[in-house]
C-alpha cells in the first residue's frame, strides 16, 4: 500500500515514467489501492518469492546443463584429434607401402573409413551441440535477467514492507 501511496504522491511510476493526476495510470493506482487488501498484498508476495525460488531452481539447471554439454563438446574434440591422428597415420602408411602390399590392407582401408565416418559424426554430434550450447546461452540470459528484475522487486516489496512496519 505504501508503494502506491508513494508512487500517487510523486506522480512517478517504478519503471521511471510521469504518472499525471487524472491520467489512465493515476487512475488504475487509485483504484489498485482502494480495491486491494492486506492480504492481497501478502499473496502476492508469497507469489513472488514462489516464482523467484523457481527461476532460481531453473537457472542452476539451465547451468548444470550447459556445463555438461561443455564437457561433451571438449569430449567430441578430443575424439576428433584422435581420429585425425590415427587417420594420418594410416594414411601415412598407405603412402609408404608397395601397390602390392595395398592389396592386404582392406582391413586398414575399411578402419580408415569407420574413422572418417564417425569423425562426420563428432563433427555434426559438435555442431549439434554447440547450436544448443547458443540456445542455453540466450535462456540464460533471459533468466539472468528476469532474475535480476524480480530480485529488484522483491527489494521494492522489502521495503515496502519495512516502510509499513515503521
Known sequence: MELIDELLENQKCICGNPI???SESYNKLLE???NYSESDYKRF???FYINL???KES???KKDRISKIL???????DDREKILIQIETLEEKLNNLSSEKLSNLDNSENTLKSFKKDLINNEAEIQNLEKEMK???IKKTDLLNEIEKLEKEEKEIK???IKKNI
Request: proline fraction near 0%.
Open 20 to 22: 499525471h493526476k487524472n
Open 32 to 34: 489498485l489501492k482502494n
Open 135 to 137: 540456445i542455453l546461452k
Open 59 to 61: 537457472k542452476k539447471s
Open 45 to 47: 508476495y508469497e507469489d
Open 159 to 161: 521495503n515496502l514492507s
Open 71 to 77: 564437457k561433451d563438446i571438449n569430449e567430441s574434440k
Open 53 to 55: 525460488k523457481i527461476l
